[in-house]
T-cell receptor
């Protein structure tokens, strides 16, 4: 099942904060966050594995709720370089025992940071 | 810093032709993936590959697609008879292990089928 991301798009002024959400109808194995700039490859930001986990670096952090059905990405004091499309990629627990690491991505959230 | 590389960066082909997209994963990674992204849309999983076998594939990965690791470094995606709807950006990715490990993406190959 494809995760649902919200909002679809957000426009910020430099220095403002944003939250991007990624929701699943079923418990996830993990959530991976990526940022993609136009015409470029997705760049890995972070991975969350445990319910209740929070992690981050610089002014970008993320959380994974206890039920492992929702993750949020927090961007604080946004910079122009934060502009891009943010995707969450989700892993479901494998029923077959397959260890393959298949990621199912959300539709993306387009973030624009203006001066 | 090690990175995934892909060639070519752009491939133009005629409908019905075969194309091979090439990737060099990060050297100590064991799992390899192909994803595609149609312009303006989300990234879609195609296939995962481990120990010289397909680990998992999506519904998109039908009989016209195949993957191969012909030597110790390259990982290829072949599309046997291209269709207009195969036009997309194709990304290769690799990870140290499978599930629960971060995946690093290459720069992509833009495939245009005319």
């Amino acid at each position: 099942q494809q995760p649902v991301q919200s909002p679809q798009a957000v426009i910020l002024r430099e220095g403002e904060d944003a939250v991007i959400n990624c929701s699943s109808s079923k418990a996830l194995y993990s959530v991976h966050w990526y940022r993609q700039k136009h015409g470029e490859a997705p760049v890995f930001l972070m991975i969350l594995l445990k319910g209740g986990e929070q992690k981050g670096h610089d002014k970008i952090s993320a959380s994974f709720n206890e039920k492992k059905q929702q993750s949020s990405l927090y961007l604080t004091a946004s910079q122009l370089s934060y502009s891009g499309t943010y995707f969450c990629g989700t892993e479901m627990p494998s029923v077959s025992g397959n260890q393959g690491g298949k990621l199912i991505f959300g539709q993306g959230t387009e973030l624009s940071v203006k001066p | 810093e090690p990175e995934v590389t892909q060639t070519p960066s752009h491939q133009v082909t005629q409908m019905g032709q075969e194309v091979i997209l090439r990737c060099v994963p990060i050297s100590n990674h064991l799992y390899f993936y192909w994803y595609r992204q149609i312009l303006g849309q989300k990234v879609e999983f195609l296939v995962s590959f481990y120990n010289n076998e397909i680990s998992e594939k999506s519904e998109i990965f039908d009989d016209q697609f195949s993957v191969e690791r012909p030597d110790g470094s390259n990982f290829t995606l072949k599309i046997r008879s291209t269709k207009l709807e195969d036009s997309a950006m194709y990304f290769c990715a690799s990870s140290e292990q499978g599930q629960l490990y971060e995946q690093y993406f290459g720069p992509g190959t833009r495939l245009t089928v005319t």
